[in-house]
Structure formats: structure tokens, C-alpha cells
């Protein structure tokens, strides 16, 4: 099978690791991939909202299978256009948009929730116009105050803030003065939840399911959970304190209630449904939905997959999801985001990257994501450059074998959080 990968961050090379250790797999093409995917396929070009051209791109390889890592281009519309196209004939990994718009739009995700009984934070949703409503609303909350922006802020446009005047700030930088790119034109703001965060996820043609194995992720970009939010600075699998009850109950009262609710509402769905819960007391809450895998979730979810990826695709895809024997390693992994100064903001680009050989003595991957190759040389190319995801017989080893990775890899003004993992080791 041809297959097109698009999209060039950690959760990518993640994917298109597996994809590569797949029996059905012919070729493999990643658009446009990163330093470290070279060796696992044919790198493409592509602008990934260029509808039309990857269209073409998929025409003149022969591509059957498209697999669509990022939300942005889901959130646009690419697997209505490509599926919906008569110049090709191709299964397409992502929903349509109409399924995309629980990521796309946070408002829509919490009136969905509303309107099939899902339990989620109480809310507020705002537009530019109605700026005094939204901070009089404020005032029906004990902080911290949350404020998100609506649409896709690339996982750093919510304000979580104990400060009244700050939240008023983010309301402001959001609603009037259009921040992450007019994101923020509607914000919803909620009540804060106090209780440890966890990540399901389930891959799900929209009637059938499979639960893949649980992360913990961590947002801040600081020890002990300080700083602004980021995409993430690193994760774990499993997580001790996911119980079956609390499994259960996450199943029975947000999975399923959401896989039928979108079938009730005929918004089809051939994807992943990134839930983003909140264990409070004993309950489970939805914090948010993904459309797609989570990053770096995905890094240290996919090693714990024995069975084949690209089979499971192509069963999603067929209608045949039922019928896919999804096998799960008991082993544990955690990854640790190794960042660039500066980042969530602005950092340099372009500093040379050294990674010692004794790297491959380690149980573990380094899957790149914000870098690039250049006359044999390894560069940084974004604020998240490497996701080092350590393996161990539990969890404590894993983490270590992430730091270890992290120790050996060196460029200027390199940073990572040193306590990834370490509440859960707490809480086991």
C-alpha cells in the first residue's frame, strides 16, 4: 500500500516509525516530514491547506491511504475534499470537518456535550461584540479563572489565571485585539476543575471503537506544572491512577455518549477522538476533544502498540474496525520534550544539534519534531525539537531512560522539564 503522511512534527515521525514496520506498507510519503523521517520514506513539499495539490500529489504516486496527522487541515476540510474528489480514489485517516469542529471550535464541542448529557465544566461562550457580558460572567466563578480562545491556537490559546485582572487581560488580548489570529474573535470561558488530567483516546470509524492505551501529558512549560501552556513538554504511559472504575465510568458516561452522539447528529467520523478528561473525586470531565492524535502523547503511545498500524488503518477505513486485533505492550514509556530557549514564544532556528552514538545503547526513540537536515548536518527548525521517549519494564525505568536520552543530546539553549512522570510515580 502507498501511503501519504501529512505533517512534520514528533507525532508524525511517531506514526510514520510504525507505519515503516508494516507488512502491508509499499511506500511511504511524508509531507513534508523532518530531520529525522528521511530514512522512513520519500519527503513531499506540500503545503498541507493546499487542497489541490496534494490531490495531485496522491494522482501522479498512486497514493491509496492518506493519513492526516495535524488538525489544522482536518479543521479545513481535507478529507471532505479528497474523499469527495473524482480525479482519485483514496481512504483518508481523519474526519471531515463537520466531526473536525469538536477541536475547531470549543464552543461547538461544549454544546455537544450539552446536548448529549457529557459531563464537562460549566461555561460561558462570548463573541468580540460581547466583551463586558464576558467579564461580568467572570463573575459567577471562583478563580482561577479559564478562558480558551474558540478556534485552534496550535494547544497554547487557553489563560488559566487566579487573577481577575489577568483574565480580563486575556479576554481583551483575545476578543478585541484578535490574538492567535483571530482564534479568539468567540471565547469560551469555564469553571476551573480541580483534579489530576488524563488522555483517552479511541480510534473510531464512527460505530465501532478500539480505546488505545492512556497518556498523561504536561502543558505548562515549567517544573511543577509553571509558566505558559505549551503543545506539550512531555508524557507518560500508563497512568497508575486510570483505574477500571474510572475507566469505566469514562467509557459509559463520555466515550460511547460521544462515538453516538455524532452518529445520531449524522456526522460521520473515520478518525481519532482525543479525550482530554479530568478525574474530580471519583468522576471523569472532559477538559477537551482532539480530531486527531495528541503530540507528545502519540510518542509514547504508539511504541505500546505491538499489533500493525497500517493494518488497523486500512481495516478503519474498509468498515472492517470490528474485525482488527489490537494488542497492547505492558511495558511503559514517558517522553521528554527537549525545547528551544525562548519557547512557547519566539526561540532560534537553525543551531546545530549533536546527538552522542551512545544514544542507541539506551531502551528508548528519539522521534524528531521541530528540526531539519542540511548538508549532513541536524538543525533545530521550531520551539519542540526532539520528543525522547525512554521504554522500561514500568514506568520509574522509562523516565529514566528518557533523562538519559536527554543527556546526550546537546544544542545551544536547549531545555526540558526534569519532573515529567514524577506525579504519577507519586500517586502509584
Same mark, same amino acid.
Given at each position: 500500500?502507498? %501511503? @501519504?503522511?501529512?505533517?512534520?512534527g514528533?507525532r508524525e515521525?511517531?506514526i510514520?516509525?510504525?507505519?515503516s514496520?508494516?507488512?502491508?506498507l509499499?511506500? /511511504?510519503?511524508?509531507?513534508?516530514?523532518?530531520?529525522?523521517?528521511?530514512d522512513?520514506?520519500?519527503?513531499?513539499n506540500?503545503?498541507l491547506?493546499d487542497f489541490?495539490?496534494?490531490e495531485?500529489y496522491?494522482? *501522479?504516486?498512486?497514493?491509496? /491511504?492518506v %493519513?492526516?496527522?495535524?488538525?489544522?487541515?482536518?479543521v479545513?476540510g481535507?478529507?471532505?475534499?479528497?474523499?469527495?474528489?473524482?480525479?482519485?480514489?483514496?481512504? %483518508? %485517516?481523519? $474526519?471531515?470537518?463537520?466531526g473536525?469542529?469538536?477541536?475547531?471550535?470549543?464552543?461547538?464541542a461544549k454544546k455537544?456535550?450539552?446536548?448529549?448529557?457529557?459531563p464537562t465544566?460549566?461555561?460561558?461562550?462570548?463573541?468580540e461584540?460581547?466583551?463586558?457580558?464576558?467579564?461580568a460572567?467572570?463573575?459567577s466563578?471562583? $478563580?482561577p479563572?479559564v478562558?480558551?480562545?474558540?478556534g485552534?491556537? &496550535?494547544?497554547?490559546?487557553v489563560?488559566?489565571t487566579?487573577?481577575?485582572?489577568?483574565?480580563? *487581560?486575556?479576554?481583551?488580548s483575545?476578543?478585541i485585539?484578535? &490574538?492567535?489570529?483571530?482564534?479568539?474573535?468567540?471565547?469560551?470561558?469555564e469553571e476551573? @476543575?480541580?483534579?489530576?488530567?488524563?488522555s483517552?483516546?479511541?480510534?473510531?470509524?464512527?460505530? !465501532?471503537?478500539? @480505546? /488505545?492505551p492512556s497518556?498523561?501529558d504536561?502543558?505548562?512549560?515549567g517544573d511543577?506544572?509553571?509558566? &505558559?501552556?505549551?503543545?506539550g513538554?512531555g &508524557?507518560?504511559?500508563?497512568?497508575s491512577?486510570l483505574?477500571e472504575?474510572f475507566?469505566?465510568?469514562?467509557?459509559?458516561?463520555i466515550?460511547i455518549?460521544?462515538?453516538?452522539?455524532?452518529a445520531k447528529?449524522?456526522?460521520p467520523?473515520?478518525g481519532?477522538?482525543?479525550f482530554?478528561?479530568?478525574?474530580v473525586?471519583?468522576d471523569?470531565?472532559?477538559?477537551?476533544?482532539?480530531?486527531?492524535?495528541?503530540?507528545?502523547?502519540?510518542?509514547v503511545m504508539?511504541?505500546?502498540?505491538k499489533?500493525?498500524?497500517?493494518?488497523?488503518?486500512?481495516?478503519?477505513?474498509s468498515?472492517?474496525? !470490528?474485525?482488527?486485533?489490537l494488542?497492547v505492550?505492558?511495558?511503559?514509556?514517558?517522553?521528554v520534550?527537549?525545547?528551544s530557549?525562548?519557547? $512557547?514564544?519566539?526561540?532560534?532556528k537553525?543551531?546545530?544539534?549533536?546527538?552522542?552514538e551512545?544514544?542507541s545503547?539506551i531502551?528508548?526513540?528519539?522521534f524528531?519534531?521541530g528540526?531539519?537536515e !542540511?548538508r549532513r548536518?541536524?538543525?533545530?527548525?521550531?520551539?519542540?525539537?526532539?520528543?525522547?521517549?525512554?521504554?522500561?519494564?514500568n514506568?520509574?525505568?522509562?523516565?529514566?531512560?528518557?533523562y538519559?536520552l536527554?543527556?546526550r543530546?546537546?544544542?545551544?539553549?536547549?531545555?526540558?522539564?526534569?519532573?515529567?512522570?514524577?506525579?504519577?510515580?507519586?500517586?502509584?
Open positions: 500500500m502507498n %501511503v @501519504l503522511l501529512l505533517g512534520s514528533g515521525h511517531a510514520a516509525w510504525k507505519l514496520q508494516s507488512s502491508l509499499r511506500s /511511504l510519503h511524508l509531507a513534508s516530514g523532518n530531520g529525522g523521517t528521511s522512513l520514506g520519500v519527503s513531499a506540500l503545503d491547506l489541490p495539490s496534494i495531485r496522491i494522482r *501522479k504516486h498512486d497514493i491509496e /491511504l %493519513v492526516v496527522g495535524p488538525e489544522a487541515p482536518l479545513a481535507i478529507s471532505d475534499y479528497l474523499e469527495e474528489s473524482t480525479k482519485i480514489n483514496v481512504k %483518508v %485517516v481523519g $474526519p471531515r470537518k463537520a473536525a469542529m469538536i477541536e475547531g471550535s470549543k464552543e461547538f455537544f456535550m450539552a446536548r448529549h448529557n457529557i465544566a460549566r461555561y460561558g461562550s462570548f463573541g461584540e460581547e466583551f463586558d457580558d464576558a467579564v460572567f467572570l463573575d466563578f471562583n $478563580p479563572y478562558i480558551k480562545a474558540d485552534l491556537a &496550535a494547544g497554547k490559546g489563560v488559566i487566579p487573577s481577575k485582572t489577568e483574565a480580563k *487581560k486575556a479576554l481583551r483575545m476578543l485585539e484578535g &490574538a492567535f489570529d483571530g482564534a479568539g474573535k468567540r471565547v469560551v470561558v476551573f @476543575l480541580e483534579g489530576k488530567e488524563v483517552m483516546f479511541a480510534v473510531t470509524d464512527g460505530h !465501532s471503537f478500539h @480505546l /488505545l497518556a498523561k504536561y502543558k505548562r512549560v511543577g506544572n509553571s509558566g &505558559a501552556n505549551t503543545g513538554m &508524557a507518560v504511559s500508563p497512568v491512577f483505574t472504575e475507566q469505566e465510568k469514562a467509557l459509559n458516561q466515550i455518549p460521544t462515538i453516538k452522539g455524532l447528529e449524522s456526522i467520523y473515520v481519532f477522538v482525543f482530554g478528561l479530568i478525574k473525586g471519583s471523569p470531565f472532559v477538559i477537551e476533544y482532539n480530531c486527531r492524535l495528541g503530540d507528545p502523547e502519540t510518542e504508539l511504541p505500546r502498540i499489533s500493525d498500524l497500517l493494518h488497523l488503518f486500512d481495516n478503519l477505513c468498515g472492517l474496525l !470490528s474485525e482488527y486485533d494488542v505492550d505492558d511495558r511503559a514509556a514517558s517522553t520534550v527537549l525545547a530557549e525562548g519557547y $512557547p514564544d519566539s526561540c532560534q537553525e543551531l546545530e544539534i549533536r546527538i552522542d551512545t544514544v545503547q531502551d528508548g526513540h528519539v524528531h519534531s528540526t531539519r !542540511s548536518k541536524l538543525l533545530t527548525n521550531g520551539g519542540r525539537v526532539l520528543a525522547l521517549t525512554g521504554r522500561g519494564n514506568l520509574k525505568e522509562a523516565i529514566k531512560n528518557s538519559a536527554a543527556e543530546i546537546q544544542f545551544q539553549g536547549a531545555f526540558y522539564r526534569t519532573d515529567i512522570g514524577q506525579d504519577v510515580l507519586e500517586d502509584a
